[in-house]
């Protein structure tokens, strides 16, 4: 199993520009995150899903949108970058009823906007 | 507002030393406290605590949770450069509204030096 796939792993933009990171999973979970780590920070978390065709917002969601057509997927999106979205981007899923809830981190996108 | 706070957040020890991460919080309706390690990648899990004092052991690391006076910490015994990380601590509270989200603190930096 690949559990959690993130793509792209790194991705340079120019402030306005648009660009989507893909989340997929093969883990059938129903719940999915978009987290964002900046230095010296915790992980705070942007939008989730707590199912197909839902999103909700997080702790830090402006600048971004989010969509979850199907269930494996978690697709989000940035329609103008800004410098301050410069971060690393990581994705995690998880399931009731598993250990840890089966929580699932992908390996991060690094994204820089210049 | 949901909080959990780290301490210290920056650490050199030396290898062979013992060494204890905090972690405090203030969370409505908790239900469960979480360790990671990271290494410049995704956060690895480390333990899950939902009950105080029962302590969770894997090795060299044991954790054990306080609910009464809303803290846990983290030992790391016989310390090894490899232990070097930054400790993250996560919340997770009811209602399931918003699946398993995490709430992170923001990380203690661990330097274990030869």
């Known amino acids: 199993n690949a559990g959690v796939t993130q793509t792209p792993k790194f991705r340079v933009l120019k402030t306005g520009q648009s660009m989507t990171l893909l989340c997929a999973q093969d883990m059938n979970h129903e719940y999915m995150y978009w987290y964002r780590q900046d230095p010296g920070m915790g992980l705070r978390l942007i939008h989730y899903?707590?199912?197909?065709?839902?999103?909700a917002k997080g702790e830090v969601p402006d600048g971004y949108n989010v969509s979850r057509l199907k269930k494996q997927n978690f697709l989000l999106g940035l329609e103008s970058a800004a410098p301050s979205q410069t971060s690393v981007y990581f994705c995690?899923?998880?399931?009731?009823?598993?250990?840890?809830?089966?929580?699932?981190f992908g390996s991060g996108t690094r994204l820089t906007v210049v | 507002e949901d909080k959990v706070v780290q301490s210290p957040l920056s650490l050199v020890v030396h290898e062979g030393d013992t060494v204890t991460l905090n972690c405090s919080y203030e969370v409505t309706n908790f239900r469960s406290l979480l360790w990671y390690k990271q290494e410049k990648k995704a956060p690895t899990f480390l333990f899950m605590l939902t009950s105080s004092g029962i302590e969770k052991k894997s090795g060299r690391l044991s954790s054990i949770l306080d609910k009464k006076e809303l803290f846990s910490i983290l030992n790391i015994t016989a310390t090894q450069t490899g232990d070097s990380a930054v400790y993250l601590c996560a919340v997770n509270a009811f209602p399931t509204n918003s699946g398993y989200a995490l709430n992170f603190g923001k990380g203690t930096s661990l330097l274990v030096t030869p």
């Open positions: 899903s707590v199912g197909e065709g839902t999103t």
């Open positions: 995690a899923s998880s399931s009731p009823g598993q250990g840890n809830y089966g929580y699932t």
